[in-house]
C-alpha cells in the first residue's frame, strides 16, 4: 500500500513537473528587470532607432545588432550613440554588433537574444520574420510586415508559426498613442453623441483617412538619410502598402473596437489606384547623399533626370459593410513650420468626428465635434456637455470650445507627446503582453486582415492600370 502511495505520487509530481515546465516555456517574461533582450536585425529604417531612444526596466541595455555593412547599420549605430550622450534623459545602450554577408544565418545561430526588432528594407522583411518565429524567437517589426500578395502569404505562416512556437509576433503601430485618434475612438463609445455608425457609399463613404508625408524630414533634430533603396518600391514596398498600414489599422481599431475581423468575410475590396510622385536627381541627392541614380530605379527614371517615385495610394473599401476610403499622398518637403499630417472623417447619425491638420490649426491634428443636424446646435450642446463628462473623467483638462457650427476638443499640450514618443508607448505595451504570454485575441486576426488591405489593394490598383 505504502510503495502504491508513493508510485502515486511520484506520478503525479512528474505530471505537476511537466505541466509548469509547459507555462515557463509558454510565458518565459514576467517582468524582471532585464529578462528581455533585444536584437537588432538589418535596421535601414529610423523607426529600429526609435524603438531604443528610451531605456527600459524590463530590456538588457545590451543590444546585439546583425547587419550588412554598410551606412544603413552606421547611421542606426550612430543614432543610438547620440541617444546615449545625449544630455537630457540619456540612454545607456551597449552595442554589439555583427557586419557580414551571413548576419541572417549568423543571428539565428546564436540567438543572442530573445525579442528581434526589424525595421529596414521590406523585400526580406517577411522572411525574416518567418526565420525568427521559426526559431523561437519573438518578433516586434515595423511596419510593413508584407507589401505584395506573396508576401501576406507567408506573413500568414509567420502567425501560425507564432503560435506553434509560443512566441509573439506584433507590428508597431504608433498611431493608436496619438491622442486626437484616442478622443475620436472614445467619443464612437457615446451613442448619445456619436449615435450609429452610418454605413455610407463607395461615393460618399463614412470614414475617411487621408495622410500626407514628406520625403524631406527631420528626425530626433537631424535631417533624416533615406538609403537609395527606399525609392525602390520593390524593396520598400508602394505607399499604398506601407504608411496605409497605419490608416487601415486605425479604420479597424476605431470602429470595431475588441471585435475579431475576418478578412474573407469582413473586408471586400472596391477599387484603388496609385500614382507617382516625381523626384530630381538633385532632391534624391539631399536624401540620401548619393548622386547618381542606382542602376535598380531604371525602370522608374525618365529622361535621366527624373524619379517617379510609387509612393501615393487611394483605397476605397468595405469593412463589415462600413464603407472606408484610404489615402496616402507623398510630396518632396512640407511647408515652412509643417510637417507629415492626416485627416480623419467618421460619420455618426447625430455627429461627424474630424480631425484636421493644415496651416489652420498650425499643422497640429485637431479634433472636431460637427451635429449632423446643424440648426439643433443648442440641444445637441446640451447632450455633448453632459455625455463628455465621461471622456473628461478619463482625460482630465480635455475641453470643448463652440465654435460656430461645429465643437473643437481643447487638448493640454501634455498630451502632445510627439510621433517619436509613440514608440516607447507601443515597445512598452509589446513588453507588457510578453508578460501576459499573449495578445489580445483580436491582435492576430485583425493585423491579418490589415495586410490583406493592403495588399489587395495594390493587386486592384496595379490591375485597375
Known sequence: MIKSSVLKLSGILVILSFISACDMETNQFTGEPNEVRLITLAPG??????????????????VHVYAPEGPEVEQHLA??????????????????VYTGDDYLERMLEEKKGNVVVLAGNNRRKTTYIKRAVDEGLNVLSDKPMA?????????KEAFESAERNNVLLYDIMTERYEITSILQKEIMQLPLVFGRLEKGSPEDPSVIKESVHYIFKYVSGQVLRRPPWYFDVTQQGEGIVDVTTHLVDLVQWALFPGLII????????ISASRWPTPVTRSQFENVTGVSEFPDYLNEYIENDTLLQFYCNGEMNYTLKDVHAQVIVKWGYQAPEGGGDTHYSFTRGSNANLIIEQGEEQDFKPVLYIEPSDPDNMDDFGDVLSREFRNIQEKYPGVELKKLENRWEVVVPEVYHVGHEAHFASVTSKYLQFLVDGQLPEWEVPNMISKYYTTTK?????????
Open 45 to 62: 529604417h529610423f523607426h529600429a532607432y526609435l524603438v531604443q531612444k528610451d531605456m527600459y526596466e524590463q530590456v538588457d541595455p545590451t
Open 457 to 465: 489593394a495594390l493587386e486592384i490598383a496595379k490591375q485597375s492600370e
Open 79 to 96: 543614432m543610438i550613440e547620440n541617444y546615449n550622450n545625449r544630455d537630457e534623459n540619456p540612454t545607456s545602450w551597449n552595442q554589439v
Open 147 to 155: 507589401i505584395n500578395a506573396e508576401n501576406f502569404e507567408l506573413l
Open 262 to 269: 475576418d478578412y474573407e468575410r469582413d473586408v471586400e475590396m
